[in-house]
């Protein structure tokens, strides 16, 4: 079932490559603090292709956190370009962006930000209201069937564990047929094993449905589930790479986090051209 599968048919109207989800191109971001100019991104360039499943990590002002920002239309870059499904989204104005994250990002976030008296159903079904969408039940029901959670549409957020919640944050977040999902810290709040079948679902659907998937994450456990690792050093990208050996959820112990730290940055880090850490 392709339900929330896009084809790329807008981009392809406006000469972009229908494969490409994601275009940065010198992507600045400034901020003025007092007297002070904080560069928080500092000409980031960056291609994901439809149906990929990519991480993005940094440490703390990495510049993380900014670019997670423009790539779901939440703010807008200094200066460059941004085409998310070949729209120019570094152009738009505050009622566009509003639009663009709508229509084309789905979001899940660390904290389910979820309503406490909506059930689940009617949770699914607000971004297909705001769309004036048609056909919302069935579609909500759909994208709730996609997560394994066919028994607990009409259940509250206070009557769901916190990895239910978050399946329910997945399926809104899958329901409006999005250019990708933009996954912050996803599985911060949850348990090993809710965190694991949330793993599951994600990559279930970036395998099974081809959907676009961007996790923003510190964690690089969580890194090592996706296919390819995007990091971020003082505003910059120092290293883009694949996951030589991405692990499967569920079938791997976790190590310890310095491990596993050090396993991320012997296969990803130092993995590249000198010139990429000058």
Partial sequence: MNLFRRNGAKAA???????????????TKF????????????????????????AIMGPSGSGKSTMMNILGALDQPTSGEFFLDGEDVARLSESQLARVRNQK????????????????????ELPLIYARA??????????????????????????????QQQRVA????????????????ATGNLDSRSGTEILQIFQRLNEEQGITVVFVTHDPWIARHTRRLVMLRDGKVVADRPIPRPLVAGEAERPSEMDEMEAVFQDVYYGGDEEEYN
Avoid: C, W
């Fill in 31 to 54: 901020y003025q603090m007092g007297d002070i100019e904080v560069q928080a991104l500092r000409g980031v360039d960056l291609e994901i292709r439809r149906g990929e499943f990519v």
């Fill in 134 to 163: 048609s056909e919302r039940s069935k579609r909500a029901r759909a994208a709730l069937e996609l997560v394994g959670l066919e028994k607990r549409m009409d259940h509250l957020p206070t009557e769901l564990s916190g990895g």
């Fill in 170 to 185: 997945i399926a809104r977040a899958l329901v409006n047929n999005p250019s990708m999902i933009l996954a912050d810290e």
């Fill in 105 to 124: 990002i789905g979001f899940v976030f660390q904290n389910y930000n979820l309503l406490k008296r909506t059930t689940a159903l009617r949770q699914v």
């Fill in 13 to 27: 109207e406006n000469g972009h490559d229908p494969d490409i989800v994601i275009d940065i191109r010198g992507i």
